[in-house]
């Protein structure tokens, strides 16, 4: 594997003017990427997520080229994004969920021929791209179909195709599947889980739908004021964050509290007579041992292990006071 993405320190800075009275203005520097360092592997698939205004959008605009850092190191496949910016553009794909690369007036095959065109594709591999995602996304019933009539999901497996048709080797992917009905996003998901699996495109996703998040990327990164404050597996954000699994214990005959006391340190959280809820934190006994506890009273049914949601923990990261930097 070789780095194809490879940050250190990237910094932006910019200033604004602030009102200080009533005819006065003054100058104020604001810092929106602050030190945010990050090394990426081909093949990778990266969450980039943090909440609004936390220096998301400002960093994937360093790393495509439309904003020049104020300080640091940037690198994307192997080029500097700036003054690069035109060679680089075709080494890169971007899928924006509230903007498009179609033609609105054009049916999207009409679309699919223009691109072929712009970034130059040899003909034999642009018909090979497209008829794997013509496949995979189900493009045939509405490719002859002006984009300005199709649906937002019809439209979202366009704009996924269009950002692939010329081999690029990272894809950007911001908000892929707002506003998408259950089985469009889930045809969205399944997609590009397919193409994360051959490991030649590098995914970089930001988005507020953390589903998507845990199903397509094994490396999540969370920015939040300008800092990286989390670049790690998903697993390692619950053990730091989570509030503990839940372990619910369902019973054939009513469980009296009274003679079955909760076994420390698992702290009772329902006390209903034929289901009981425990809740274990990090570094306390394990799920199995506690079963085993309360097993000990007899007549145990069913055992079921719920993890804390994702939304929960990063919810959690978020209101920390003593997050620590790690950019």
């Not at 070789?2 to 005819?23: E, W, Y």
């Amino acid at each position: 594997m070789t780095t194809i993405i490879d940050v250190a320190d990237l910094t932006k800075k910019f200033t604004i003017r602030v009102k200080t009275g009533r005819f006065r203005k003054a100058r104020k520097v604001v810092t929106a990427v602050d030190g945010v360092s990050m090394r990426l592997e081909t093949g990778e698939a990266v969450g980039y997520i943090g909440p609004n205004g936390a220096g998301k959008s400002t960093t994937l605009k360093m790393l495509t080229g439309i904003l020049n850092p104020t300080s640091g190191h940037l690198r994307v496949c192997g080029l500097e994004p700036v003054p690069q910016r035109i060679k680089l553009t075709r080494r890169l794909g971007v899928v924006f969920g509230q903007r498009s690369a179609l033609w609105w007036d054009l049916p999207l095959a009409d679309s699919f021929d223009l691109l072929r065109h712009i970034f130059d594709v040899p003909r034999a591999d642009h018909a090979a791209r497209l008829a794997m995602c013509r496949q995979m996304l189900e493009l045939d019933e509405f490719i002859q179909t002006p984009v300005r009539q199709l649906s937002l999901g019809q439209r979202m497996r366009g704009e996924l195709t269009a950002a692939l048709l010329h081999g690029p080797e990272v894809l950007f992917l911001d908000e892929p599947t707002i506003g998408l009905d259950v089985m469009s996003k889930q045809a969205v998901r399944q997609f590009l889980s397919d193409m994360g699996k051959t490991g030649d495109t590098t995914l970089i996703l930001t988005t507020h739908d953390l589903a998507d998040i845990e199903r397509l990327c094994p490396r999540l990164i969370v920015i939040d004021h300008g800092k990286v404050v989390h670049d790690g597996s998903i697993g390692a954000l619950h053990r730091r964050y989570g509030a503990g699994r839940e372990v619910i214990v369902d019973f054939d005959t009513d469980w009296d509290s009274a003679t079955n006391p909760v076994p420390n340190p698992g702290e009772l959280i329902d006390d209903n007579p034929r289901r009981v809820r425990f809740r274990i934190g990090q570094g306390e006994l394990s799920a199995g041992e506690l079963v085993a506890r309360v097993a000990s009273a007899g007549g145990v049914r069913d055992v079921s292990i719920v993890e804390p949601d994702i939304e929960s923990v990063v919810a959690k990261l978020y209101s920390s006071p003593d997050l620590d930097r790690v950019g």
